[in-house]
């Protein structure tokens, strides 16, 4: 394998790459316990996206693990999970914009945010938060209670966690490293990802 780009993805701000059907994507959580907002377009049809929703009703499952099938919202395979290090990652949580600080913390500053985030990296593809679906959330650690309660814990990855994906379509993709720090999700700090994509 080998490393064809590297792309960091600085703590509390997003980044944009494209990879090829046939090539993998390896994403690092460099640190630990940092949730990763992942984003995905068909390069050849944007308006069709990765769908966590599509995903885990073709699967009936919420365990993202080898031979998992990340889905675009037409239903068509994007990825397949070739490795997962660490266990838990997300698939119902919208990302966090200005109005999650707002409404839900109270916070009355500008607080950075995901939203906002991929709308600054994937300006260039026309694409902004009119086209944005739910994010797969990476790393990030939620649980259903027996009362189908979410409780939203501290991720466990550990530093140098990764998934690895083969790329079943030509893909624009985008990561923001989740600026959220008014909850446990992160632990204690905000740190970096580190995307790779191999061939
Ligand atoms: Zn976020």
Not at 175 to 184: G, K, L, M, R, T
């Amino acid at each position: 394998m080998n490393v064809l780009k590297e792309v960091l993805v600085p703590g509390g701000f997003a980044r944009s790459f494209d990879a090829k059907k046939g090539q993998l994507l390896k994403i690092i959580d460099i640190e630990g316990q940092q949730v990763a907002d992942f984003f995905s377009f068909n390069r050849n049809n944007l308006k069709e996206k990765l769908s966590p929703s599509h995903s885990y009703m073709s699967a009936l499952s919420l365990q993202i693990k080898p031979g998992y099938i990340l889905r675009t919202d037409l239903r068509i395979p994007m990825f397949e999970v070739i490795e997962a290090t660490s266990k838990r990652h997300d698939l119902l949580l919208p990302a966090c914009d200005e109005q999650r600080y707002i409404v839900d913390y109270g916070i009355k500053e500008a607080h950075r945010n995901c939203v906002q985030n991929f709308e600054d990296v994937l300006e260039k593809y026309n694409l902004n938060r009119e086209n944005f679906n739910n994010p797969v959330n990476l790393f990030q650690k939620t649980r259903i209670t027996d009362d189908y309660e979410i409780v939203q814990e501290t991720g466990d990855s550990k530093p140098g966690d990764y998934i690895l994906l083969e790329c079943k379509m030509d893909i624009i993709g985008a990561i923001s490293a989740c600026p959220i720090d008014v909850n446990p999700i992160a632990g204690s700090k905000i740190t970096d990802i580190l995307i790779q994509v191999l061939e």
